[in-house]
Nanobody, 115 residues
Framework: QVQLVESGGGLVQPGGSLRLSCAASGSIFSFNVMGWYRQAPEKERELVASITSRGNTNYADSVKGRFTISRDNAKNTVYLQMNNLKPEDTAVYFC?????????WGQGTQVTVSS
């Protein structure tokens, strides 16, 4: 099993920045995909960004040009740098890990964008 621990959420004003981190531990496969999803109240969970262990990235259209996902394979940690945040980015952000035959979710971290 894989354990995921997130950090970095909080309250920020529109136009501000936050950086989320997610550290994975346990049975880590060398090839995996880690990503960030978010869920706003009364909405479905949606993909924000993902990155493979080889560095290939994928972004939701709504965050392209504002968010950057990166990872440190030596630390099994994925980051999400969020710039120019908007009120519609307000949600609980969840870290996700996927590999062949296994996967897991973090506990979630709240991001609130408000003046």
């Amino acid at each position: 099993q894989v354990q995921l621990v997130e950090s970095g959420g909080g309250l920020v004003q529109p136009g501000g920045s936050l950086r989320l981190s997610c550290a994975a531990s346990g049975s880590i496969f060398s090839f995996n995909v880690m990503g960030w999803y978010r869920q706003a109240p009364e909405k479905e969970r949606e993909l924000v960004a993902s990155i493979t262990s080889r560095g290939n990235t994928n972004y939701a259209d709504s965050v392209k040009g504002r968010f950057t996902i990166s990872r440190d394979n030596a630390k099994n940690t994925v980051y999400l740098q969020m710039n120019n945040l908007k009120p519609e980015d307000t949600a609980v952000y969840f870290c996700n890990y996927r590999a062949i035959g296994t996967g897991g979710w973090g506990q979630g971290t709240q991001v609130t964008v408000s003046s």
